[in-house]
């Protein structure tokens, strides 16, 4: 199945806002309904495509056959851009300046070499497609006439080692497709970003995704041990031996380079046994600040449960940490933070983490709050894009951003972004609602995820864009990353430059130049064109 061409997931599971829910976003913020019927995807008419005969021809012999490369509408439009907000509405309003020229699916390291080939010979550039989930404009280079290289005929479990506990699968793979080929053999990778049921091993690798059990499981990139990659120049192979001390470690050129260096074409994984018990739980907090403290204390010193994440103060009283919930709090009245904690393993180590992490959480100010908000959280942890999609259906405006930094610059860093959002948008006559999440946990910082909403706007993406911007430079000043697991894109690039230096970005352009002399690969994506 495919994705829903503007907005997220699969159609069926689209769900109405609850009334408290809409008489919020019209009482408190102002937002006014849509009036403008939605467009069906047989109206949008993407231009004909201007690739040249001899160029499909080419392609097509690259991927064995013409049923391989589309140049089809549809194909085409389910192809142009990510799921960012941004995105969807641009898409929403038929605007289809960033549509391929044609689809592409190779089947094999081989063939994507062949097409790489090819689109060099006819200068074309490449655009690496997975899940479609990025939210940050990573599928739309800065150049008209490219390709899409969708990876999904690359859908194999290629190798496991149960002796290394080593996996490795095809980019194209989706991530619950992979977690039931590892589970048929008693293995789980244990990544479930909130993107799970879409996106790919492809997409985890060159985004360095972050997944909600990473606590206990860690991030996408701490499990990748290998990497094949297809390049404009050839082969790179990276990745014999757990630990290495010959050289830079290659992998982490190619970890997080958004297919702008090359085409990942097989990764190797570390995989674990499948937990023979899930058990997740709340806790509530009289704050934020509170809530913080107490999750350090558990990522410093342990034991660390495999999930663990708090939402502010706004964000519990919303409902967003339980989105399947949403507006639950709004009628109970409900205060202070929630925090979600889960434990996965054998019944004996998760019932002595259990114990051990709620005498911490208790000293720290916490109060169990039973099983319901943590299995509430479990069953709807995949459900918030889908609720961004219905906040657009009725005008509001959804979006999310993160960040991440050590320990002691994360209460400056969170006022910073929430004071940035809300001046910006309340001067533009859209006071917003701000809502913020730690998400991840390290032993020296956490990440924060932020949630706004608002009216939309005359024009809803020129009206989020100096908030956007404000919001980059107000993470950056107060010392925090500008991208914890969603990438860089397009939308972070510029921020992305400055936080890796003059000389950093020098040495990525010549490892850009030696790759893809011709830049073909992601245009514009990660890295300015020159």
């Given at each position: 199945m495919d994705m829903l061409w503007n907005g997220w997931g699969d159609p069926a599971k689209a769900a109405p806002l609850p009334e408290t829910v809409t008489g919020l976003l019209r009482d408190l913020l102002g937002v006014k309904p849509q009036t403008t019927p939605a467009l069906a995807l047989e109206d949008v008419r993407p231009p004909a495509t201007t690739a040249e005969s001899a160029a499909l021809k080419a392609l097509a012999d690259a991927v064995g056959g013409d049923e391989h490369v589309r140049t089809d509408p549809e194909s085409?439009?389910?192809?142009?851009?990510?799921?960012?907000?941004p995105d969807l509405l641009r898409?929403?309003?038929?605007?289809?300046?960033d549509v391929p020229q044609a689809v592409v699916l190779p089947a094999g390291h081989d063939e994507v070499l062949a097409v790489l080939r090819a689109c060099a010979a006819h200068g074309l550039a490449v655009v690496p497609f997975g899940g479609g989930t990025s939210v940050v404009g990573g599928l739309a280079p800065q150049r008209s006439a490219f390709v899409?290289?969708?990876?999904?005929?690359?859908?194999?479990?290629?190798?496991?080692?149960?002796?290394?506990?080593?996996?490795?699968?095809?980019?194209?793979?989706?991530?619950?497709?992979?977690?039931?080929l590892l589970a048929e053999q008693g293995f789980t990778l244990g990544h479930f970003p909130q993107s799970f049921e879409w996106a790919t091993i492809g997409g985890f690798a060159a985004a360095r995704s972050s997944g909600q059990a990473s606590a206990g499981y860690g991030r996408f990139d701490e499990m990748v041990l290998g990497l094949t990659v297809a390049t404009p120049e050839g082969t790179l192979e990276t990745g014999r031996a757990p630990r290495s001390a010959a050289g830079p470690d290659l992998r982490q050129l190619?970890?997080?380079?958004?297919?702008?260096?090359?085409?990942?074409?097989?990764?190797?994984?570390?995989?674990?046994?499948?937990?023979?018990?899930r058990v997740y739980e709340g806790w509530r907090f009289g704050s934020f600040e509170e809530g913080a403290a107490a999750l350090r204390r558990l990522a410093q010193d342990g034991p660390r449960p495999t999930v663990l994440r708090l939402s502010d103060e706004t964000e519990t009283l919303i409902g967003l940490a339980q989105p399947d919930a949403i507006g639950a709090d709004l009628a109970q009245g409900g205060a202070g933070c929630l925090a979600i904690a889960g434990y996965e393993g054998t019944p004996e180590d998760t019932a002595h983490r259990r114990e051990r992490a709620a005498a911490v959480l208790t000293a720290c100010g916490g109060t169990l709050v039973g099983a319901e908000p943590g299995e509430r959280w479990a069953h709807g942890r995949y459900s918030a894009p889908y609720l961004r999609d219905a906040l657009l259906d009725v005008g509001a405006f959804a979006e999310t951003l993160e960040t991440a930094a050590f320990w002691s610059r994360v209460p400056d860093l969170y006022t910073a972004v929430r004071t940035a959002l809300t001046d910006t948008l309340t001067e533009a006559g859209t006071p917003p609602l701000v809502m913020c999440h730690i998400s991840h946990v390290y032993e020296n910082g956490a990440s924060l995820y932020f949630t706004?909403?608002?009216?939309?706007?005359?024009?809803?993406?020129?009206?989020?864009?100096?908030?956007?911007?404000?919001?980059?430079?107000?993470?950056?000043?107060?010392?925090?990353?500008?991208?914890?697991?969603?990438?860089?894109?397009?939308?972070?690039?510029?921020?992305y430059v400055r936080e890796a230096g003059p000389l950093g970005i020098s040495a990525l352009r010549a490892v850009k130049r030696r790759l893809d002399p011709e830049g073909l690969l992601n245009p514009g994506v990660l890295l300015p064109t020159d």
């Open positions: 085409r439009v389910r192809h142009t851009r990510g799921k960012s907000t898409m929403r309003a038929g605007d289809l300046a899409a290289l969708d990876l999904r005929r690359m859908n194999g479990l290629l190798d496991l080692d149960p002796v290394s506990r080593t996996a490795t699968l095809q980019p194209g793979l989706r991530a619950p497709e992979a977690e039931a190619v970890l997080g380079s958004e297919g702008a260096f090359g085409v990942i074409t097989s990764v190797t994984v570390r995989i674990r046994p499948l937990p023979e018990v706004v909403v608002s009216a939309q706007g005359e024009d809803p993406v020129a009206h989020w864009t100096p908030a956007k911007h404000a919001a980059n430079e107000a993470v950056l000043a107060a010392g925090g990353t500008i991208s914890h697991h969603h990438g860089v894109g397009t939308d972070h690039r510029d921020w």
